[in-house]
Structure formats: structure tokens, C-alpha cells
């Protein structure tokens, strides 16, 4: 089993729509779990994180965590082309020295008009 | 506004030469990461560092060593570059302790071994 499993995609939306992205995890001591959004041929960028179980928005943007279920998502509310992009769902992991993150293989999203 | 730079964009090298890939940062942060990234296998963790002079292991260390000499800088090397280590290899930083803000990445570079 994978540290950190996402559908690799593409997932498809029309803009305006609702993007739904999904992503699990088997270290039930991850701490801390984060979304970034890579665009072809770019590095990734930060755009969300959280820690706590429930939901967490920042703009059109929502993340949530169930830790009990190993599962955290994320929400992209009136989706746009400009969002049509990978994004890599990274989950925290403390060694001996210090926060590592661990990144799933990423879904990619497609804002269709 | 804060900075991950990496030396080359893009690396053209042949098979059995040492290569090195650099990274700077200014943000004063003490972690700093070595990432490869390959279609469908996602970004795979090979060095990381947590203090000037200290090392730790990946996922998939084999083929590479890492120097950290000063805390800005953080260095990859490919001891004799193999086909199988063409890449985009990406160069992270982070706060110590800090799951907190995730990693700042560096732009990449992208290294072909011919």
C-alpha cells in the first residue's frame, strides 16, 4: 500500500463547477497534511494545509481532514481554467530529524469551458 | 518575497559523469530536501538535511551523495550519472519543526543523462 494514494486522473469539470479531489493515507501518526498545485513544466506551490479533522477554506478553496478515515480533500468551488493543473497531496511525517513530507503521485485537473 | 534557487534549469550530461545540482535559499530555514520527480511516480524523496553538515537518507538514496557545508546551500551530487537518473529534480526547504507552511520548491532542473 502506498503512504499516500490519490487517483491520478484527469478529472474533468466545467468551470463554475465544484472540483472534488481526493487523497488517503496509511500512517495514522501523520500530523499534518498539505495541497499543492503544480502546473506543467513548474514546481509545486503551497495552496493549502490543515491539521485538525473537519474543514478548513481559505477563499474558493477547502480542505478537509477525517482522521479516523485516513482521507483528506480538497474543494475547489467555481472552478476556473487557470486551475486546470496537478495537484499533489503531501502528508507529514516526523523522523529523528524532524517534519519530512510524504507526496502522493498527484490527480490532475481539467477546467473544461 | 522568499527564494529556493537552483542553479540550472536545465543539464545535459553523459553517462558516467559527476554531476553536481545546487541549491540556495534565503529564508534562513534549517531543513532542506532533495526531491526527484518521474511521470507516475510521483516526487520521491532522496537526501534530506536538518543542520548544516547533517544528512539523512530517502526514499531512494542509491547513485547520490549531498553536501550541506552552510546552512543556504545544499548540494546533490550524482557520483558517475546514469540514463536511469534523467529527471526533474527538485530542491525543497522548510522551517525546523514546522510541518506547519509546508516546503518552499526551488524551480527544478531538469537532468538528462545521455
Known amino acids: 500500500q502506498k503512504e499516500v494514494e490519490q487517483n491520478s486522473g484527469p478529472l474533468s469539470v466545467p468551470e463554475g463547477a465544484i472540483a472534488s479531489l481526493n487523497c488517503t493515507y496509511s500512517d495514522r501518526g501523520s500530523q499534518s497534511f498539505f495541497w499543492y498545485r503544480q502546473y506543467s513544466g513548474k514546481s509545486p506551490e503551497l495552496i493549502m494545509f490543515i491539521y485538525s479533522n473537519g474543514d478548513k477554506e481559505d477563499g474558493r478553496f477547502t480542505a478537509q481532514l477525517n482522521k479516523a478515515s485516513q482521507y483528506v480533500s480538497l474543494l475547489i468551488r467555481d472552478s476556473q481554467p487557470s486551475d486546470s493543473a496537478t495537484y499533489l497531496c503531501a502528508v507529514n511525517r516526523v523522523t529523528g530529524g524532524g517534519n519530512k513530507l510524504t507526496f502522493g503521485t498527484g490527480t490532475q485537473l481539467k477546467v473544461e469551458l | 518575497d522568499v527564494k529556493v534557487t537552483q542553479s540550472s534549469r536545465y543539464l545535459v550530461k553523459r553517462t558516467g559523469e559527476k554531476v553536481f545540482l545546487e541549491c540556495v535559499q534565503d529564508m534562513d530555514h534549517e531543513n532542506m530536501f532533495w526531491y526527484r520527480q518521474d511521470p507516475g511516480l510521483g516526487l520521491r524523496l532522496i537526501y534530506f538535511?536538518?543542520?548544516?553538515?547533517?544528512?539523512e537518507k530517502g526514499d531512494i538514496p542509491e547513485g547520490y551523495s549531498v553536501s550541506r557545508e552552510k546552512k543556504e546551500r545544499f548540494s546533490l551530487i550524482l557520483e558517475s550519472a546514469s540514463t536511469n537518473q534523467t529527471s526533474m529534480y527538485l530542491c525543497?526547504?522548510?522551517?525546523?519543526?514546522?510541518?506547519?507552511?509546508?516546503?518552499?520548491f526551488g524551480s527544478g532542473t531538469r537532468l538528462t543523462v545521455v
Open positions: 525543497a526547504s522548510s522551517l525546523r519543526d514546522r510541518g506547519i507552511g509546508g516546503y518552499t
Open positions: 538535511s536538518y543542520d548544516v553538515k547533517m544528512k
